[in-house]
């Protein structure tokens, strides 16, 4: 990886490969995490209408330039991120950094084109909250991360999205899509010093007046304490049940021997909760929690779970798409970035007394979420007597927009 900074604060890594194809991808630190309750929603409506039009080209006009190339063009959006990327031909690597550069700099926000997108952004809602396997990741951030903008969903609530106006919009462009808050990585048979030249070319490169001058506000970390039981009451033939843990971040450096506890839990084909639950409820998942963290993990155990995760790490290396979520994670949420070998190195020192300890520290505390026919006061029990937690679960009502209740003690 080869990586340069433009005086604005903006960032370009690239990774050359032996493909026929290049991917240019541009992340922005922009997401619900950073959006305070007046802004929530934005960072995805806002995704949504830079496909719209720029100012030196319509829709049609963008949708033309990546198709007559047979490439792809496409954005994401997390709680903390957005990503806008163009894949095509290598020999279309100039059309690709000048397409993405545009689209993120200098959206028209066409005002015929605000009311149509936001009606697919209300639907796309709509569809998460009737869907208990998506809406039940909502729930777990809110017992995770309570009273934080963590909590907030990437694509906010109907109406918070309601009330988002095209002022509004242009303004949060404005404040966030700044270059010292941009990387833009480049996988594929590309040069990098090429590469550096033609972005210096675009307004993503050459733009001054929302540079690094500018500080940009950082969201604060999350805080304590967290809700151990969220429970939303649904009248449905089947409940989705959702456990998990605060992690770590992605610079620490016992994220290898983490990832290895992930796997050996849930990863694996043999992993321990997916077996025991083709018999036995979440009663048995809660065990094996609590046996994780007080117990020590087999040296065969943490080996075959190694090498389920070094295998996975090769396969991955070889995706283009594996490639740029690996620099947006390292330029946007301190990952660490390294050679494959090195990455190798640190996964497989990890040792069955380093699972142990990071099973001790993160499972101590772990929450409960569930969606469907399901008693709150019962799901409470099930933590308690097996963690060092309150019973003090909180039951949602019906309306699916009402995903949780507030904390105890909160306004």
Known sequence: ??????????????????????????????????????????????????????????????????????????????????????????????????????????????????????????????????????????????????GHSLAQPAYGSSDSVLRLTRGSLADYHRDRYRPAAMAVAIVGPVDHQEAVERLGETTLGRDSTRGPETAWRRASPPSEPLLPILVHERQSPVVHVLLAARGVSYGDPNRPAVEVLSAILAGLPTALIPLELRDRPVRCALDILADGRNGQFSDDLVARS????????????????????????????????????????????????????????????????????ISPSGMGNLLEERFDVPSSPLSTETDPELMVSNPPGSD
Not at 313 to 321: I, K, P, Y
Request: aromatic letters at 8%.
């Open 306 to 373: 190694i090498r389920y995760l070094r295998g996975r790490r090769f396969l991955d290396w070889e995706r283009t798409d594996e490639a740029i979520m690996r620099f947006g994670r390292h330029f946007l949420l301190g990952a660490r970035s390294h050679g494959i070998d090195e990455d190798l190195a640190e996964l497989e020192a990890v040792d069955a007394q380093a699972v142990a300890n990071v099973a001790h520290n993160l499972l101590a505390r772990p929450v409960l979420c569930a969606i469907g026919p």
């Open 1 to 146: 990886m080869e990586v340069f900074t433009f005086p604005n604060g903006l960032r370009v890594a690239t990774e050359r490969t032996h493909a026929r194809s290049v991917t240019v991808s541009c992340w922005v630190e922009t997401g619900s995490r950073f959006e305070s309750p007046v802004q929530l929603g934005s960072s995805h409506f806002l995704e949504h209408l830079l496909f719209r039009g720029t100012g030196r080209r319509d829709r049609v006009a963008i949708s033309h330039s990546i198709e007559e190339v047979g490439g792809e063009l496409n954005a994401f959006t997390s709680r903390e991120y957005t990503c806008c990327y163009a894949r095509v031909p290598q020999s279309e690597l100039g059309l690709a950094i000048d397409l993405v550069a545009d689209l993120v700099m200098d959206p028209s926000l066409p005002a015929d084109q605000v009311e149509p997108e936001r009606t697919v952004v209300l639907q796309e809602i709509a569809q998460s909250l009737d869907t208990p396997n998506d809406a039940i990741y909502d729930l777990i951030y809110e017992a995770l991360f309570p």
